[in-house]
């Protein structure tokens, strides 16, 4: 049986119930009942092989949760095949539960008035985990996350990242194959944000484990993730390797200058276009095969004091995606 994760042509529509504005809408639609499909996901596949670290991205309300709460059997899929480390999820076969996590920076599981431990030992039964099992894979856990120090605090005295390094330990105690993580770095300062990231790596590269993760912090995606796939509007914009989507969406680098005098936009523009111009500052987007050429037009016919070429940033390349995918659907 395989520990993949396989997504065929998968759809999740909700059946939302639209209200009538006023108070005669009100009682008309306590009578007539009107309902709006709003789709959540749509017509997605792809496969993602055992031990792969997989980022998935998305503005606010692409569908990531909801293809994350599928592929967990927290949702029934409205049509489409899915398959998790061999199961069918929304059949909840016990032999499933025991095989992934689903962690989500924003919920918690552990119990508020009780140190962590109590939570660790509540999954022990949840899991069916034999003692010895668990003794050791708890080690494990509480050497990687440094957790010896907040072990047998209450949940609620803990910091938020202490709290979520306690989340994780609580969510792989029944070292499962398949990760989901949903902003697991969310609001946690970026020294914590790196040990997790750090942890994530670890448990990949200790258990052979495949994770699908969502983040809205590029610096996870780009320490974790050698592909990524990318959703939009419930659509599928891209699956493939990270590096390969800048030069699909971003064949470009960005110029960085320091002016000594002033310089008009119409004289900037001949060298690349402008992102940005505060005197004495200006930033130009130099096509990306055209980089030498053009610099060394820059450094001799402009007066400037600075001068540096970098990629873009993964941010905007992203944007960059979303952007044309907007431009080439018509809604
Ligand atoms: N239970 C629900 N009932 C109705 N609509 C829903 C439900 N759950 C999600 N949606 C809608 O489905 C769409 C996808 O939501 P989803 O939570 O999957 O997005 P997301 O990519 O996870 O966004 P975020 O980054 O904000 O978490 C949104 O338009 C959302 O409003």
Partial sequence: MTQGIYVERLSKFFKVHERQAGFRGALQSLFRRQYRLVKAVEDVSFRI???????????????????????TGLLHPSSGTVEVAGHVPFRHEPAF???????MGQRSQLI???????????????????????????????????????????????????????????SLIHRPQILFLDEPTIGLDVNMQES??????????????????TSHYMADVVALCKRVIIINRGRILYDGELEALVNQYAPYKVANLILKQPVPDHELAMHGEIIAHEYPRVSLRLPRVEVSSRSAGILSMLPISD??????????????????DANATVP
């Fill in 97 to 103: 539960k025991r095989k992934f996590s689903l962690v």
């Fill in 49 to 71: 092989e055992p031990g792969e670290i997989v980022g998935f991205l998305g503005p606010n309300g692409a569908g990531k949760t909801t293809t994350m709460k599928v592929l």
């Fill in 196 to 213: 997790i990231r750090q942890f994530i790596k670890d448990y990949n590269a200790r258990y052979n484990a495949t994770i699908l993760l």
């Fill in 112 to 170: 508020w008035d009780l140190p962590p431990m109590e939570t660790f030992l509540v999954n022990q039964v949840v899991y069916e985990i034999p003692d010895a099992e668990f003794k050791e894979t708890l080690a494990g856990l509480v050497e990687l996350l440094q957790l010896e120090p907040v072990l047998r605090k209450p949940v609620r005295q803990l910091s938020l990242g202490e709290r979520m390094k306690c989340e994780l330990a609580a």
């Fill in 307 to 324: 001068f540096t070429i970098e990629d873009p940033s993964m941010e905007d390349v992203i944007g960059l995606a979303f952007e044309r």
